[in-house]
């Protein structure tokens, strides 16, 4: 499976999605504030379900170190807002339904599953600077122990 190809450093990209009541969420909006931008394939599956029961847990946490935390999927604004109310999510989750900002963060690639091929996201996730550049990236990520990892090397960068 590809791995993006935005690096560190870079400016990342700019976005203006819908969260679940029709807001549009742009990250030019947010210079001045940390973002923990991640990217995950659907609504209420299990991997995903468990990376952001996570990321919730730990909102007040972000929050306390000037960063937001913002979930990205191709799912739809309803999806979503089921998604948060079915597993009391406190975070931001974004609309990207035709991949577009997929796209320009590369995260969407061609993904094969039981010998079928198909396009999909890859579970990716980006820590944007307050000056809207790409602080860290992780690549394939493995939901489990993700929003622990995110929040300890933001506050490993601060401290820099």
């Known amino acids: 499976m590809a ?12 976005l203006c999605l819908p969260d679940p009541e ?6 030019e909006n947010l210079k001045g504030k940390w973002v923990a931008l991640y990217f995950y394939p659907r609504d209420n599956t299990s991997g995903c379900s468990i ?3 996570e990321f919730t847990k730990l909102k007040d946490d972000f929050e306390k170190e000037n960063a937001l935390v913002i979930g990205v999927s191709k ?3 309803a ?9 009391e999510l406190g975070i931001t989750l974004l ?6 900002v997929q796209q320009s963060y590369d995260v969407w690639h061609l993904k094969k599953m039981a010998g079928r091929e198909y396009m999909g996201t890859v579970r990716t996730t ?8 790409i602080a860290k990236v992780w690549d394939k990520v493995k939901a489990k122990g993700h929003a622990m990892e995110v929040f ?3 506050k490993m960068i601060k401290a820099e």
């Not at 999806?79 to 597993?87: A, L």
């Not at 609309?95 to 577009?100: L, Y």
């Not at 980006?126 to 550049?133: Q, R, V």
Request: hydrophobic fraction near 25%.
């Open 3 to 14: 791995k993006t190809s935005l690096s560190v450093g870079e400016k990342a990209p700019n």
């Open 22 to 27: 029709g807001n549009e969420v742009s990250l």
């Open 51 to 53: 990376e952001a029961m």
């Open 75 to 77: 799912d739809s604004q």
């Open 79 to 87: 999806s979503h807002k089921k998604f948060i109310d079915k597993k």
């Open 95 to 100: 609309s990207d339904e035709d991949t577009e």
């Open 126 to 133: 980006f820590l944007i600077d307050p000056e809207g550049n």
């Open 152 to 154: 300890d090397e933001l």
